[in-house]
């Protein structure tokens, strides 16, 4: 048994959601961690039965309304019980070895931030805090000594990769789509997607939200935002391919013609592993590729007139300021008006072209933090304003 104070102190923002609950999975399997305060929103029996198992100082949950319950499930321990999202954000500024950030979507920008100076490395699975402010995270990260590692699977290889290179070898890098559900329907069948349709992912299992990102390729569209900021490069050098089997991670191109690839079996325990014992690679954290039994490794060129967030994903670095911002939040709340069936599937494209459009958001600058939740404000009027104008244009 190690001694407590060898152990690296983890904090899990999130830990209730798929990526915060692989990544106790991945701990309960090695004894280097001390897990240090967990995080949950709604969940509190999970969040609870995690406090149990992991025995935390803190277990916050973002929820008021379930901290009476949560407490209660907790009374035996000598773990100190929290609410609210003041109290998340305290949590995200403690010092720490690690510090997970897998709140999803906008609500875990501030804390991700918060970890920024205080995290020796910051395992980071939420994408709305690269994608809206990736420019100043970045910035904030270098000055204050915390090393960002992502914990996106096709970013995960990218950064691997990109670790064991010289950066004037690479001459571009290329991610791989899954191509999502909908890969050979023709534009007339995609008029009639269903929600229940769009939850089918393939191979990866995940939320709501980010699957039917997957099935829009918007999810690809804020990953190539999301390797521009990473990465420190331009998006005219990233490339994206469909590969349905998700078996290859993402690739970089050197600039001598060769290809380095990362490959293993769809599971989040591996980018979760890797940015977690970053710069150690932990033995077994997935199971091994059996290769001749997958046989078939195919890939395709994404088709940009039927899946229109790749090039509109594109034009919003070029434009840059507040439109990554904008296509974020105006996609958040067009993939909830489909789901509660209030717009079609393609009306999601709609959404945010139009938002784009009505933003006068582009040349706002994002000096802080309430820059970027001004701009998310106006995206979400911009977004619900589109909505309206196509549900009302529909007689
Ligand atoms: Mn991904």
Redesign the pocket.
């Known amino acids: 048994m190690s001694d407590i104070n060898s152990l690296k102190k983890i904090i899990i923002l999130g830990s209730t959601g798929s990526v915060g609950s692989n990544t106790l999975n991945v701990i309960k399997r090695n004894s280097s961690f001390d897990v240090h305060a967990i995080t949950g929103n709604n969940n509190y029996k999970l969040l609870a039965k995690q406090a149990l198992q992991f025995n935390p100082k803190y277990a916050v949950i973002g929820n008021k309304n379930h901290y009476i319950k949560l407490k209660d499930l907790l009374k035996k321990t000598s773990i100190i019980v929290e609410s609210g999202y003041d109290s998340i954000l305290s949590i995200a500024s403690i010092k720490s070895d690690v510090t997970v950030s897998a709140i999803s979507g906008n609500a875990g920008i501030a804390s991700t931030f918060s970890s920024i100076g205080n995290a020796a490395i910051l395992a980071l699975a939420n ?1 709305e805090s690269i994608v809206s402010g990736g420019k100043m995270l970045f910035a904030l990260a270098k000055n204050n000594g915390t090393k960002i590692i992502p914990i ?4 995960s290889a990218i950064f691997n990769i990109l670790e064991k290179y010289n950066k004037k070898d690479i001459a571009n890098i290329i ?1 791989t789509a899954s191509g999502g559900p909908f890969l050979n329907y023709s534009k007339s069948d995609m008029a009639h997607i269903t929600p229940s349709d769009a939850l089918k992912h393939p191979t ?1 299992v995940m939320g709501e939200k ?1 699957t039917i990102d ?1 099935s829009t390729l918007m ?2 569209g804020l ?1 190539i935002i999301e390797a521009c900021y990473l990465f420190n490069m331009k998006h005219q050098d990233i490339d994206v391919i469909i590969h349905p089997q998700s078996i290859v991670h993402s690739m970089v191109n050197l600039k001598d013609g060769s290809t380095i690839a990362q490959l293993g079996n769809p599971d989040m325990r591996l980018p979760i592993s890797s940015a977690i014992f970053w710069p150690k690679c932990m033995p077994d954290a997935i199971k091994k590729l059996n290769l001749s039994k997958i046989q078939n490794l195919s890939f395709y060129d994404p088709d940009l007139d039927r899946f229109p967030a790749l090039s509109l994903a594109r034009n919003v670095i070029e434009v840059g300021g507040g439109a990554p911002i904008v296509y974020n939040k105006a996609n958040e709340i067009a993939v909830n008006a489909f789901l509660l069936k209030k717009i079609k599937f393609l009306d999601i494209f709609k959404v945010v072209e139009m938002s784009l459009n009505d933003c006068n958001l582009i040349n706002l600058k994002i000096d802080d933090l309430n820059n970027i939740f001004e701009i998310i404000t106006l995206s979400e009027e911009s977004a619900l304003k589109s909505i309206n104008k196509i549900v009302g244009s529909v007689v």
Do not use: L, R, T, V
């Open positions: 994408k996106d699977s096709e970013h991610i990866w980010i997957s999810n690809k990953e």
